[in-house]
């Protein structure tokens, strides 16, 4: 099982990268600009996502992550749809206006 791996120089996270992921369970990268379809949909373990240099989320990236509960994009511009669908322990969403 993968522990760890340093992914802090990530722009881009591309089409059903981490797709149903179980080992996630903290989302931070620090030069992640955007995220492509399905890229972490399914990463039910994960609970909080910060990503403050996010532009770009596609739709359905985090669909199905049932235990996130924090998420903090404070540089969002483009928001597609469904981006969080089937999160239902989702609490707390921080944007910038988008």
Not at 15 to 27: D, G, I, Q
Not at 35 to 56: P, S
Request: charged share 10%.
């Amino acid at each position: 099982n993968i522990i760890h791996f340093d992914l802090s120089k990530l722009e881009n996270i591309g089409h059903e990268a981490f797709y149903w992921c179980l080992a996630n369970h903290f989302c931070s990268y620090p030069n992640l600009t955007s995220i492509a379809q399905h890229a972490m949909c399914g990463n039910v373990n994960l609970t909080v996502v910060v990503l403050n240099n996010l532009k770009i989320i596609s739709s359905y990236s985090f669909s199905y992550c049932w235990g996130i509960r924090y998420v903090e994009m404070s540089q969002l511009q483009v928001i597609e749809a469904s981006c969080f669908d089937q999160c239902s322990s989702l609490q707390v969403a921080r944007f910038k206006s988008v």
